[in-house]
């Protein structure tokens, strides 16, 4: 770790003693906790960080505020993108100026301005 304390301390700090963390370096150090077998805990300690900063950092990438470097031992999960289905035609427009009553093979049309009670007294008969 000497090595990386002594890049640390070249870092410029700002007013209130915080490092001035370029972009660069951000994306440097988000990269590194992408390659296999790293973890986000054990990059912000090398680079004497807490994980949330890095998890803060790695959140910028995601939302493209960060470009990242190309690591070698980074790896990327393929994608594959599946053919788009048959897209379901839609069901024929059914006039609204009338209901079907249907009992088997039997269909009763009528107005849709018919009261309810007829309706049910059509449904009953149709049903002995």
Do not use: C, H
């Not at 009763?108 to 008969?125: K, L, S």
Request: without cysteine; charged residues 25%.
């Amino acid at each position: 770790m000497g090595a990386t304390s002594e890049f640390l301390a070249r870092l410029p700090r700002r007013a209130d003693g915080k490092r001035n963390w370029p972009s660069e370096l951000k994306a440097q150090v988000v990269a590194e906790t992408l390659i296999e077998g790293e973890t986000v805990n054990a990059v912000a300690k090398r680079y004497e960080l807490i994980p949330s900063t890095v998890s803060d950092w790695r959140r910028m990438a995601r939302q493209g505020k960060l470009v990242l470097p190309n690591l070698d031992g980074m790896n990327f999960v393929p994608v594959e993108i599946e053919a788009a289905g048959p897209v379901a035609q839609p069901l024929p427009a059914m006039s609204s100026n009338t209901i079907d009553v249907i009992r088997g093979d039997v269909t009763v049309r009528v107005d849709a301005a018919t009261p309810a009670g007829r309706i049910a007294e059509i449904a009953r008969a149709m049903a002995t």
